[in-house]
């Protein structure tokens, strides 16, 4: 793929385009983009209402999630909570 190429191409070889901003919440609780709040959230839809590149194939990812990788990854999964690795000893 070209250089010039992979912004406008790359959304349709992978399954997941997230975004990661600044988030703040509006008088009914909503979230809204807020370059000067300290809350971060990933943004997961496409056609999102800040216009941000964003793509979820799963069907399973809300418009913004927490920026919790692993949580996110089991949502996409269809597993409960984030996947946990037992101790060994």
Do not use: Y
Not at 42 to 61: E, H, M, Q, Y
Request: proline residues 8%.
């Amino acid at each position: 793929m070209e250089g010039t190429k992979a912004g406008r191409e790359l959304p349709g070889i992978v399954d997941q385009v997230i975004s990661m901003q600044l988030f703040g919440k509006d008088a009914d609780g909503a979230w809204t983009l807020d370059e000067k709040s300290a809350e971060r959230r990933l943004v997961c839809t496409s056609g999102n209402p800040w216009g941000l590149p964003a793509k979820d194939r799963s069907g399973r990812l809300d418009t913004t999630e927490p920026p919790d990788l692993a949580a996110l990854l089991a949502k996409i999964d269809g597993r409960a909570g984030p996947m946990t690795t037992p101790h060994s000893n």
